[in-house]
Structure formats: structure tokens, C-alpha cells
């Protein structure tokens, strides 16, 4: 049964504000500033500064990212100025909630935008808004929800271009309207991220093929209206290439980047040495079938649209070939990158972008195993799938409960032999210097981070023992026990704001847990309401005089 428009929308928007608070109760209490999602937000807080007139616009110091991120996250730089500054607890927390506001409204977005899509596949309004809370909570968009890494936003880019591309013959907005928008999203990709190039051109080809087949006649305006932003900001980006390494056409990856007045972190030597002349296979393996990195260990029930693929392609063919290429034009690009694992982050972080659109082809393999059963054995597939859902759940809470150095940390202290030495440019040039975690099961950081909750569950209860004596790594060798001595109160943290603030300050806390249990409380209500807004109903009988 289709959706009136009213309906839909009002459903986007539940799922939207839903999302959002979900994403703002389980924010992190701490604002990362040393990886490279902190890099960019030093560089929006040097633009933010230039605006006001704290500093010169030549002090400004720039990185080796492109500008989209920064511009994206320039909204958080004032609430994290304030954050810094701040005498006391409970003026911090307002301004670090404010300063997430920008990834949690990106994260909330994607799952909203999945909503619309799975609709326009013919989904269904059930299985689409079913979808759209798989992907919400259970796909890495949530605790990239919490960080400034580009890729959400990335993945919002392409998710985007793909609505306007799909929607342009709807009569509610003017064709080249869609083509204006679709360009600007897969103009800010470029923006943001030229490594996803390849995927962007994919979906331009997309649009125009859908463009041509629809009407020859709007072709030429629609190029237009789609090449002008993607021009205007690529002649941005190549300006801001310019700026920082005085050659537009430096994108910042595979050669040295000039010190001076640059935010850099330690990978810029291996960007130039190593760059994306890594072997192909390796990286192929860590992001599909490794322990540490495997896209399907982040994302356990997005292993549906394996399932799905042939149906997806049956029905929607020109699509199936869009996804297909934009997973193995990204596949292919970072497995071939150094850094393939996209360290320091929770899961294949250069994968995020194809979570969404996994989303879609599973959401297909969902509608048709429910057309095809009924009865027992409806209720049998809808069992298996809430289970797979709700694993896939654990494993984002998992990432957004604790620290991921704290594992690490702790795994070196217990099995110092396992760690080998951090790059050194001077003398040990290592690729990898987290081999333990990406490739041995043992330490896994999904592993490694679910033990972290027993631990940090236990650390006054009696079952402390236990826990230090029974650490993933313990069937390597059964000397690698965790002592106590090694459990510094800067590991036994939690990531959570509102979690931390229990446990550093008890006394006040009651307040902020009550804020956070309100946030929870609404965000499942209008979830809920989503979901029953999607629940089609007979239209009513009319009773005859």
C-alpha cells in the first residue's frame, strides 16, 4: 500500500529527531582533537577564529583534508571553544552536546534519506521504515555519529545525489531543481574527499543515462543545472589546493606536505612513502574477511544484501549496477590505500559510505522473503532478522560504550610481544603497526571492546577477577592475564557523557542521567510512532443508511 506524501513526511521527520536524540544521549564526554577527525576541527576552529577576528586569515593553519569536512563542522567550532573554557561541569556539557550537533544531524539524516529511498524502490512503508532503524542503529553510521571523520557525510553526499538522480521525473519539484541538487551533493564529495571520485562519477553517469531515457529534449538544461555546483565547488577545492601547496591539482595524499603553518599527525611520512601502492589483496581481505576490519563484523544484517542482490537486480537493474560499482570502486580504492583500515576508528571507516546503500539491496531481500512465507513461517523470518538487527545493535554499542584505546592499551600492556613498535620515520618504517588487531580474532576490537564492558561493570563488583583472568587474548597464551596494576583510572573510563559524569562526579550526577533516560525515552517513542505511521490500515467501511 503506498504512503500520501504527508505520511512520509511526517515519518522522515520522526525518524530524523529519533535518530538525533539517540545519537545526542550517547554522545562521547570528551572532544577528540590528536586523530584525524580532530585535525579538521582544528582547522574549521582557525576559520571560525579568522570570522570573529580572533586571528589573521594568514594565520590559518590548514591540513592535509579537503575543505568540505571543515566547512560541514565549522558550526561546532564556537560550542567547542566555550567546551574548553568552561569552570565547571555544568556549563561544559551544554556547549560538548552543541559541539556534536553537526555529525549527530548528518547520522540522523542518512537514516532518513534511507527511508525515502526504500520507498521509491517499492519497499514497502514497513520494511522501509524498518530498514531505515536497522541502519540507524545498527551500521556504523551511529558511532560516527560521535566523531568528525568525513565519511558520513561523504555517505550522505552519495546517498543524496542518488534520491535527486532517482526522483527527478516527481512532478513536485522542477527536473532541473533535482539535477541542481544532485550535482551539489556529488560536488561537495569532491570537496570533502577526492578519493571517492570514482564513486561520484558513477552516479553522474546514472543521472544523465536517467535523464536521456526520460526526455532527450531536458538533457541539455539538466546538464547545466547538474555540472554548475559540481564546477563551483571543484574550482573551490582546486582554489583551497592552491592556497595550501601552491598546485590546485595537490590533493594532499602521495607526496610530502610542507610543515609551516600545517595541522599534521604522524601518518604524513607514510602517505608519501607508502600512499596507494598497497597490495591490492590485502587489503581486499582485511576489509571483507578479516578479523579486526571486516565491513560484515561492523554491520552483521547488512550480510542481507548478499542475499538480496539477485532480486535487487531483477527489479531494478540500472540500480543494481550503480551499487555494485560504487562498492567496488571504493573497495578497490582503499584496499589499495596504506591506511586500509582507516585507524584510529571503530571498523572499516572508508567503507561507511556503502552501509546505506547495503541497507537498500537488504531492505529488497526483506520485502521478498516476507511476500514469499506466510504464516509460522513469516513469523520464523521476522524472528531471525530482529536477531540479526539487534546483534548488529550491540555491536555499535559496543563502539560507542568505551574508549577503543582503552582496549588497545591494555591488550599491549598484557601481551607486549604482540605490539610491535609505532612508525617511527627515522628508522622503522612499518605499514602496519596495529597488526595484532586487525588480523588476529583475539584482538579484535569488537571483541576487545565488549570485554571492556565487563570490565568497567565489574571494576567494584566481585567478579573482578574473573574478568582481568579471561581476556580475549587469553587463549594465545595463558600468562596474558590483565593485573590490576595495569587498570590506570585514565583506561577504566567510560565514552559516554552522562556515563563518565557518573562515574567523576556521583554526587550530580542523577541530573544528567535523567536528561540522557528523557532523550532515550522520546527518541523510542517516536520510533515508535514512525513504525506505526508505516503500519498500513484499511481504509474505513462506510456504514450505509
Known amino acids: 500500500m503506498a504512503m500520501d506524501k504527508r505520511t512520509e513526511n511526517l515519518v522522515v521527520a520522526l525518524l530524523f529527531l529519533g535518530f538525533a536524540q539517540i545519537y545526542i544521549a550517547t554522545a562521547p564526554f570528551s572532544i577528540p582533537l590528536a586523530y584525524d577527525d580532530g585535525v579538521m576541527l582544528r582547522v574549521s576552529l582557525g576559520f571560525w577564529k579568522a570570522l570573529t577576528g580572533a586571528q589573521s586569515a594568514g594565520d590559518i593553519a590548514f591540513s592535509k583534508f579537503g575543505l568540505g569536512q571543515s566547512l560541514i563542522i565549522l558550526a561546532a567550532a564556537p560550542a567547542y571553544l566555550r567546551a574548553s573554557s568552561a569552570q565547571h561541569i555544568g556549563e561544559y556539557v551544554p556547549y560538548l552536546l552543541s559541539c556534536y550537533l553537526p555529525p549527530v544531524f548528518i547520522g540522523s539524516s542518512i537514516v532518513a534519506l534511507t527511508f525515502k529511498l526504500c520507498l521509491r524502490y517499492g519497499h514497502g512503508p514497513q520494511v522501509s521504515a524498518g530498514a531505515a532503524i536497522a541502519t540507524g542503529a545498527g551500521t556504523m553510521i551511529w558511532p560516527y555519529s560521535h566523531t568528525f571523520f568525513s565519511e558520513s557525510t561523504i555517505a550522505l553526499c552519495l546517498l543524496a545525489a542518488v534520491y535527486f538522480a532517482k526522483t527527478g521525473d516527481e512532478p513536485r519539484r522542477p527536473h532541473w531543481l533535482n539535477g541542481a541538487l544532485a550535482g551539489t551533493a556529488l560536488g561537495w564529495v569532491m570537496l570533502t574527499k577526492i578519493s571517492y571520485a570514482p564513486a561520484a562519477l558513477f552516479i553522474a553517469i546514472y543521472y544523465f543515462h536517467r535523464e536521456w531515457a526520460s526526455s532527450r529534449r531536458r538533457v541539455f538544461p539538466s546538464a547545466a543545472a547538474f555540472l554548475a555546483p559540481v564546477a563551483a565547488l571543484m574550482a573551490l577545492a582546486l582554489y583551497y589546493n592552491h592556497i595550501r601547496f601552491g598546485h590546485g591539482f595537490h590533493f594532499g595524499y602521495g607526496a610530502d606536505i610542507p610543515r609551516g603553518a600545517f595541522i599534521s599527525n604522524d601518518n604524513s611520512g607514510r602517505d608519501m612513502i607508502f600512499g596507494f601502492n598497497s597490495p591490492l589483496f590485502f587489503g581486499l581481505y582485511g576489509l571483507t574477511l578479516g578479523s579486526g576490519k571486516s565491513f560484515f563484523l561492523y554491520n552483521p544484517f547488512l550480510i542481507l544484501a548478499l542475499w538480496g542482490i539477485r532480486g535487487f537486480y531483477r527489479q531494478h537493474r540500472a540500480d543494481a549496477i550503480l551499487f555494485g560499482s560504487i562498492t567496488a570502486s571504493v573497495l578497490i580504492t582503499f584496499s589499495m590505500w596504506w591506511a586500509w583500515h582507516g585507524d584510529v576508528a571503530w571498523g572499516p571507516r572508508f567503507l561507511l559510505p556503502l552501509a546505506p546503500f547495503m541497507?537498500?539491496?537488504?531492505?529488497?531481500?526483506?520485502?521478498?522473503?516476507?511476500?514469499?512465507?506466510?504464516?509460522?513461517?513469516?513469523?520464523?523470518?521476522?524472528?531471525?532478522?530482529?536477531?540479526?538487527?539487534?546483534?548488529?545493535?550491540?555491536?555499535?554499542?559496543?563502539?560507542?560504550?568505551?574508549?577503543?584505546?582503552?582496549?588497545?592499551?591494555?591488550?599491549?600492556?598484557?601481551?607486549?610481544?604482540?605490539?610491535?613498535?609505532?612508525?617511527?620515520?627515522?628508522?622503522?618504517?612499518?605499514?602496519?603497526?596495529?597488526?595484532?588487531?586487525?588480523?588476529?580474532?583475539?584482538?579484535?576490537?569488537?571483541?576487545?571492546?565488549?570485554?571492556?564492558?565487563?570490565?568497567?561493570?565489574?571494576?567494584?563488583?566481585?567478579?573482578?577477577?574473573?574478568?582481568?583472568?579471561?581476556?580475549?587474548?587469553?587463549?594465545?597464551?595463558?600468562?596474558?592475564?590483565?593485573?590490576?596494576?595495569?587498570?590506570?583510572?585514565?583506561?577504566?573510563?567510560?565514552?559516554?557523557?552522562?556515563?563518565?559524569?557518573?562515574?567523576?562526579?556521583?554526587?550530580?550526577?542523577?541530573?544528567?542521567?535523567?536528561?540522557?533516560?528523557?532523550?532515550?525515552?522520546?527518541?523510542?517513542?517516536?520510533?515508535?510512532?514512525?513504525?506505526?505511521?508505516?503500519?498500513?490500515?484499511?481504509?474505513?467501511?462506510?456504514?450505509?443508511a
Open 359 to 544: 541497507s537498500l539491496v537488504a531492505a529488497g531481500a526483506v520485502r521478498d522473503a516476507a511476500n514469499a512465507v506466510t504464516g509460522r513461517w513469516r513469523i520464523a523470518y521476522a524472528a531471525a532478522g530482529l536477531v540479526l538487527v539487534s546483534i548488529s545493535a550491540a555491536v555499535q554499542i559496543a563502539g560507542v560504550w568505551v574508549p577503543l584505546e582503552s582496549f588497545k592499551r591494555i591488550a599491549a600492556k598484557s601481551a607486549p610481544s604482540m605490539r610491535p613498535p609505532v612508525y617511527n620515520p627515522n628508522g622503522w618504517t612499518i605499514v602496519d603497526d596495529g597488526v595484532m588487531e586487525h588480523y588476529l580474532p583475539q584482538f579484535s576490537p569488537v571483541t576487545g571492546n565488549m570485554w571492556m564492558m565487563r570490565l568497567l561493570g565489574q571494576q567494584n563488583g566481585p567478579g573482578l577477577d574473573d574478568v582481568l583472568a579471561n581476556p580475549p587474548w587469553i587463549s594465545l597464551n595463558p600468562g596474558w592475564t590483565v593485573k590490576k596494576s595495569d587498570l590506570t583510572p585514565d583506561l577504566l573510563k567510560y565514552k559516554i557523557w552522562w556515563m563518565e559524569i557518573d562515574r567523576r562526579f556521583p554526587e550530580i550526577a542523577s541530573v544528567y542521567k535523567g536528561m540522557a533516560f528523557s532523550l532515550i525515552i522520546s527518541a523510542f517513542s517516536l520510533l515508535g510512532l514512525a513504525l506505526h505511521y508505516s503500519t498500513p490500515r484499511e481504509p474505513e467501511q462506510k456504514i450505509s
